[in-house]
C-alpha cells in the first residue's frame, strides 16, 4: 500500500523558520510534491523534488532523501499569510498508472 | 489563461439521490484528476482521465463515475448518495507532461452535503 506520514499541527511566530516533515511508503516512486492551502481555497502547488537534495524557491525549500524515504519542507521569514494547511504528495506508478497520492496535511499557525 | 473552474460550488443533497459535478480543465491541459477532501483531511485521490480514458482509479466504489469530454472538461458522477460522501470535491488539471512534475492546478472545489 501506499502512506504518507506530516505532522498534524505546527506552530511559528512571525519571522521565524519552520520545517514540516513527511515520511512516505510507496512503490513506483517518481517523486515529491508540496502544496499549500488555506481554509476555503483551492491547494496550490509549492515545490517538487524528484532527485535528492534541496530545492530552492524564494522563502520556501524542499528536501528530498529517497533512501530514507523522507522529504521536508522549510518555510524561512514566516508571516501571517503563510497560515495555512500544508501538503506533501507522492508521485507514484503503483498500480500501474502515475498519480498523486497526499498526505493527511500540517496545519501551519503563524502568530504575531 | 483560464484556470480550473468547477460547478457547482456548493449543493446539498439527501441519501440515495445522484449528484454530477462538472469540471473545465485549464487551457492546454488534457488530463484531469478528481479528488474528495474530507474536513480536516488530505485530498483523497478518485480517478483520472485522459484523453477521454479513465486512465486511473482510486479506492472508491463504482458508484463514483466520470467522463471527460473531447474538449478535456470533465464531469464526476455520485449515485446512491451517503451522509460520508459530504466533503469537498477538488478538479485538478495538467498538461500529460504536468504529471511528471508533480504539479496539478486545482479548481476551487465543489461542496457537497448529503443530508
Not at chain 1, 79 to 99: H, L, P
Not at chain 2, 20 to 26: D, N
Not at chain 2, 84 to 98: H, K
Not at chain 2, 106 to 115: A, D
Request: hydrophobic share 30%; with cysteine.
Amino acid at each position: 500500500g501506499q502512506s504518507l506520514e506530516q505532522p498534524s499541527e505546527v506552530t511559528a511566530v512571525e519571522g521565524a523558520i519552520v520545517q514540516i516533515n513527511c515520511t512516505y511508503q510507496t512503490s513506483g516512486f517518481y517523486g515529491l510534491s508540496w502544496y499549500q492551502q488555506h481554509d476555503g481555497g483551492a491547494p496550490t502547488f509549492l515545490s517538487y523534488n524528484a532527485l535528492d537534495g534541496l530545492e530552492e524557491t524564494g522563502r520556501f525549500s524542499s528536501f528530498l532523501s529517497r533512501s530514507d524515504s523522507y522529504g521536508y519542507l522549510l518555510l524561512q521569514e514566516l508571516q501571517m499569510k503563510d497560515s495555512a494547511s500544508y501538503f506533501c504528495a507522492v508521485r507514484s506508478s503503483s498500480g500501474g498508472y502515475n498519480k498523486l497520492i497526499f498526505g493527511a496535511g500540517t496545519r501551519l499557525a503563524v502568530h504575531p | 489563461e483560464t484556470g480550473v473552474t468547477q460547478s457547482p460550488t456548493h449543493l446539498i443533497k439527501t441519501r440515495g439521490q445522484q449528484v454530477t459535478l462538472r469540471c473545465s480543465s485549464q487551457s492546454g491541459h488534457n488530463t484531469v484528476s478528481w479528488y474528495q477532501q474530507a474536513l480536516g483531511q488530505g485530498p483523497q485521490f478518485i480517478f483520472q482521465y485522459y484523453r477521454e480514458e479513465e486512465n486511473g482509479r482510486g479506492n472508491f466504489p463504482p458508484r463514483f463515475s466520470g467522463l471527460q469530454f473531447p474538449n478535456y472538461s470533465s464531469e464526476l458522477n455520485v449515485n446512491a448518495l451517503e451522509l460520508d460522501d459530504s466533503a469537498l470535491y477538488l478538479c485538478a488539471s495538467s498538461p500529460y507532461a504536468g504529471v511528471n512534475t508533480g504539479e496539478l492546478f486545482f479548481g476551487e472545489g465543489s461542496r457537497l452535503t448529503v443530508l
